[in-house]
């Protein structure tokens, strides 16, 4: 049965994807979002380099995993993937470790889905982290990133929600004015950037209709999404929202670029 089980699953990834890029780095790997981006980049085909805190193992996410009916027990080295993983185990604050992480294997391209309070991770885990990727992306002549940060940043602060306006004006405060610093540094940069805004993040499986925010209050959306978005930025030579600040979400007929 698992034999049938293994064939099915690497059926079922894009097994014909191709890109120019065979390496990615995923910063913030052991976040939810993150580990929606290094399990389905191993899915199609893509070796991962995967910074993270902890004890270096990774399980599947449970928006893919229930679309692939896989557990979120399982260990994503226990799966058949055709990408590689490799895992380092680290603080995107800490030079060192980023650097670590450009030497495991050489980097085509960046997704950041770092995240948490700021009362564990400090004030400013962000822009310090994007300040140490920057570096080593210029040292490597690695020329794409996606960075996922939040709706409510920069001119996307209309298209919050009320309440979380009020969350980012008190208890996450510190955590936007961080976000706002490290969207500016991307911007900045001469990088093949795209920095994603995502409305409310939830767990579920993939939808697969990531849809524009023109106008009004931005609704939720599936971290499996936000991954997809993010691959397809740091994969995809034709991707339409380079070097652009793009807000996201499942909602039909909602899409902006700023």
Not at 74 to 93: C, H, K, Q, R, Y
Not at 168 to 180: G, L, Q, R, S, V
Not at 210 to 238: M, Q, Y
Request: hydrophobic share 40%; glycine share 10%.
């Amino acid at each position: 049965m698992k034999f049938f089980f293994y064939l099915w699953f690497l059926s079922s990834s894009a097994l014909s994807f191709k890109s120019s890029i065979d390496t990615i780095l995923v910063a913030g790997a052991r976040g939810k979002t993150g580990r929606e981006v290094v399990y389905q980049a191993l899915k199609k085909g893509v070796n991962v380099v995967a910074l993270t805190r902890g004890n270096g193992d990774l399980f599947v996410p449970p928006g893919s995993g229930q679309m692939d009916g896989i557990s979120t027990k399982t260990l994503m080295s226990d799966l058949p993937f055709e990408g590689n993983l490799s895992i380092v185990v680290g603080d995107a604050t800490d030079p060192d470790h980023v650097a670590k992480c450009f030497y495991e294997k050489p980097i085509g391209g960046v997704v950041m889905a770092l995240g948490g309070n700021t009362e564990d991770v400090g004030k400013r885990m962000n822009s310090l982290s994007t300040t140490n990727i920057l570096v080593q992306m210029s040292h490597h002549a690695t020329r794409r990133i996606a960075a996922v940060t939040s709706v409510g940043t920069g001119d996307s602060y209309e298209q919050a929600p009320l309440f979380f306006k009020g969350l980012m004006a008190t208890i996450y405060k510190d955590m936007f004015e961080d976000k706002n610093i490290q969207e500016d540094m991307i911007s900045q940069t001469d990088t093949e950037w795209c920095i994603v805004r995502p409305g409310g993040l939830t767990n579920g499986r993939p939808l697969g209709n990531v849809a524009p925010v023109v106008a009004g209050t931005i609704g939720n959306i599936a971290r499996a999404d936000v991954a997809n978005f993010c691959l397809d930025a740091v994969l995809n030579s034709t991707f339409q929202y380079r070097r652009e600040k793009v807000s996201i979400s499942n909602v039909k007929n909602r899409y902006s670029t700023r």
